[in-house]
């Protein structure tokens, strides 16, 4: 078990809303990324939180934004949802600086926008 | 980080070995390879990665090609708990975001 938990599982909002997904990390793990997967493609990476500071973003819109909290669990934040942010928003954590074997993936949250 | 690719699917029976193939053929020289593996309504899973020697553990075998322009992934008696979706992604070790690049991967499926 990797230890690292999303929540919710699942959760259906309408375009035009607000979404916020949380992701607790490993113990121990001071980072954490975030990936968008759209029904049959890889996932894309959205972007890293290092010790509560972003250091690293994918191409995604401003409307993606993140914390990172003083415990190292993170919030990732979608505002003005539209339908192709229908996807399984998954992240990831390890210890900074880490070796990328050592960064556990939690399930995800899978986000449906009607 | 060095394009990859893969067949889209692959098919392999119960106790036999699998063997999924990816090409990268414009891979650096500090670039790794990678293997992660996406179980259904899961996160992917790290399962080996190398950069010029052949690697084993108790998941599975990655054999890399002299030139490294392509590897190999073996799962040396495959189960129904193999099937998943593998992706092989090649990076560079560095410092700052390590984010993963990756693909479409191959879906394999393990008959009974």
């Known amino acids: 078990e990797t230890g690292v938990t999303q929540s919710p599982t699942h959760l259906i909002k309408t375009r035009g809303q607000q979404v916020t997904l949380r992701c607790s990390s490993q113990?121990?793990?001071?980072?954490v990324s975030w990936y968008q997967q759209a029904l049959g493609q890889g996932p894309q990476f959205i972007f890293q939180y290092y010790r509560e500071e972003e250091n690293g973003r994918g191409n995604f819109p401003p409307r993606f934004s993140g914390l990172q909290f003083p415990n190292y669990s993170s919030e990732l934040n979608v505002n003005a949802l539209e339908l192709d942010d229908s996807a399984l928003y998954l992240c990831?954590?390890?210890?900074?600086?880490?070796?990328?074997?050592?960064?556990?993936f939690g399930p995800g949250t899978r986000l449906t926008v009607l | 980080d060095a394009k990859t690719t893969q067949p889209t699917s692959m098919d392999c029976a119960e106790g036999r070995a699998a063997n999924l193939p990816c090409n990268h053929s414009t891979i650096s020289g500090n670039e790794y390879v990678y293997w992660y593996r996406q179980i259904h309504s899961q996160g992917p899973q790290y399962i080996i990665h190398g950069l010029k020697n052949n690697e084993t553990n108790e998941m599975a075998s990655l054999i890399i090609t002299e030139d490294r322009k392509s590897s190999t992934l073996i799962l040396p008696h495959a189960t129904l708990r193999d099937t998943a979706v593998y992706y092989c992604?090649?990076?560079?070790?560095?410092?700052?975001?390590?984010?993963?690049?990756f693909g479409q991967g191959t879906r394999l499926t393990i008959n009974p």
């Open positions: 992604i090649v990076r560079a070790l560095i410092q700052g975001a390590q984010k993963l690049v």
């Open positions: 113990s121990g793990h001071n980072t």
């Open positions: 990831a954590s390890r210890v900074g600086g880490g070796r990328l074997d050592e960064q556990f």
